[in-house]
């Protein structure tokens, strides 16, 4: 066979052709096909912005244990008054959310 017959030949062509357009509908048309792959690359995303947020907040809460640990004079007062515990002389005053 010469080489450029086969180059010249419209049937290798056209079933080159139909052969990538097969292929295309396969990869767009199958279960396992592209808007799958584009489903899984946007879960990725979503997971890697999630596991960013998790590990930010256990380096705070990680800080806050060890400053807990040191007996922090600042953090003691401030779970204090998170828990409604006041100065002496001090008034507390809370609100409620309007539910509407």
């Not at 596991?51 to 401030?78: G, I, T």
């Amino acid at each position: 066979m010469n080489v450029n017959w086969l180059l010249r030949s419209r049937t290798v062509w056209w079933s080159l052709a139909l052969s990538a357009l097969s292929s295309v509908a396969l990869l767009w048309l199958s279960p396992d096909g592209i808007p799958e792959l584009r489903k899984r690359q946007r879960e990725l995303v979503e997971t890697k912005r999630s596991l960013l947020e998790l590990s930010k907040s256990n380096r705070e809460l990680y800080d806050e244990v060890h400053r807990l640990a040191q007996r922090d004079p600042e953090l003691m007062e401030a779970l204090a008054r998170r828990q409604g515990f006041a100065k002496p002389g001090e008034t507390v005053y809370t609100f409620k959310d309007r539910q509407k």
